[in-house]
């Protein structure tokens, strides 16, 4: 019992020394700020979750009087401790993180490179230690329920948040008049639409209607026969989910393995950023415990998507090779892709992870290496033999990471430019796929 004490004593001494490394003008232990997407719901679960695993005490929520913005109390023997959440947009979250105001910078989208530069002398936000992937959302499209358009391109999708398509009639649909919800500019999940959708082809119509909030949005469409909307995968509410396409692949819905595995075109990572070595000890826990299996479960139930690895068996659509049918038929896919830094060989700060989550999965279903079977593909290429060179290459390099962490001699393939989930050039296209057994 003593010994027991002693340790959760511990455990907050050291919580609240992170404190002294915060400024003294704060009364809060630590500042979470940025996305909306994050900081509604799935940083405070986190924030909570933490807080209760470190302590004995309920965590009890408070408003600040700011829109978007709550703080977690818990109280200890030494005192309350207070991790203040703001939701006010990604871009929001990094001028506080860079300020020192933040400690922690919750983003729907990447670090920009012109940001990374800012903070190059204090630390490396591309690096593993300052970049997390805390969950996977599927950018989701929302129209009103009694629509009755299934899906569509992301070309298409463009047009019709440029002003260039403006009646549901032209898309098959009813004879009504399209009405545009759209996030505001300071949001990831703007950044987000704007980078995969707009792109430099389109710019969103004027008559769009702004948002900060994900919710507010979503219960508006839900509300517009004529109307159509996006935001996080949490946030679809009472709307109806489109399924997307690009190129010459095929619509996909975002669900558990196409989002996951980020197969779904409008997939994103949901990041925390924090200042690599100098990160406060409060901070780290909490990123820990995040990227951890409890922080995992907690994603999942906040309506994101999980990156514990489940096993699924697929639905292929007509569009599957048989010999695909054929190599897969007595596997399960592991909802998991490995992907590689852009323009590089390595693997990004997600496949690291990723590495350790498989490993983690084996040992709690009791199964080996010898279950496993790597599936490479590459983007189109102009020879089919130089395809299926780049995939074998993407597999064997995985391979060789897992066996780096104790998973030896996993078999693998190569599938060449085939089975493309994104338009020719996509970087998604060149992915190495995980397989187990079916028992």
Do not use: C
């Amino acid at each position: 019992m003593l010994q027991s004490t002693l340790k959760t004593a511990g455990r907050w001494l050291a919580l609240l020394a992170a404190a002294s490394l915060h400024t003294a003008a704060s009364a809060n232990e630590l500042e979470i700020h940025g996305s909306n997407t994050v900081g509604a719901t799935l940083a405070p679960m986190l924030v909570t979750g933490y807080l209760e695993q470190q302590g004995n005490g309920s965590v009890r929520s408070q408003s600040t009087g700011t829109e978007n913005e709550q703080i977690l109390v818990t109280g200890t023997d030494r005192g309350p401790v207070s991790v203040l959440v703001a939701a006010h947009g990604s871009s929001t979250g990094f001028r506080a993180l860079a300020s020192g105001q933040a400690q922690v910078w919750a983003s729907s989208r990447p670090v920009r490179s012109s940001e990374a530069n800012q903070l190059n002398d204090i630390a490396d936000l591309t690096a593993l230690d300052s970049e997390h992937v805390i969950a996977i959302d599927g950018l989701a499209i929302l129209v009103h329920p009694d629509n009755p358009i299934h899906s569509m391109s992301i070309d298409t999708l463009g047009r019709i948040f440029a002003g260039k398509i403006n009646n549901w009639a032209e898309l098959g649909g009813p004879d009504r008049a399209i009405h545009l919800y759209a996030r505001d500019n300071r949001s990831g999940t703007w950044d987000t639409f704007k980078s995969l959708v707009l792109g430099k082809t389109y710019a969103l119509d004027n008559n769009a209607r702004r948002y900060e909030s994900n919710d507010q949005l979503s219960d508006d469409v839900a509300r517009d026969p004529g109307g159509i909307g996006f935001s996080g995968l949490a946030s679809v509410r009472d709307s109806k989910l489109l399924a997307i396409s690009e190129g010459n692949a095929p619509a996909l819905k975002p669900d558990q393995l196409t989002v996951a595995s980020e197969d779904y075109p409008l997939s994103r990572r949901l990041f925390m950023y924090t200042l690599g070595e100098q990160t406060p000890a409060l901070a780290r826990g909490l990123i820990e415990y995040a990227l951890g299996e409890d922080g995992q479960n907690l994603v999942a139930e906040s309506g994101f998507i999980s990156q514990n690895p489940i096993a699924v068996k697929p639905q292929f659509n007509a569009s599957v090779p048989a010999s695909f049918r054929q190599l897969t038929d007595r596997y399960q896919r592991l909802t998991v892709n490995f992907r590689f830094a852009e323009g590089r060989t390595k693997l990004d700060n997600k496949a690291q992870r990723d590495l350790l989550r498989v490993q983690a999965y084996l040992q709690q279903h009791n199964r080996s290496a010898d279950d496993l079977l790597l599936i490479g593909f590459a983007d189109a290429q102009s020879h089919e033999l130089r395809a299926q060179m780049i995939s074998e290459l993407r597999a064997l390099s995985v391979r060789k990471a897992l066996g780096q962490a104790g998973m030896l001699n996993v078999a693998y393939t190569g599938y060449g430019h085939y089975m493309p989930v994104g338009g020719k050039g996509n970087q998604r296209n060149g992915r190495v796929e995980v397989w187990i057994k079916s028992r």
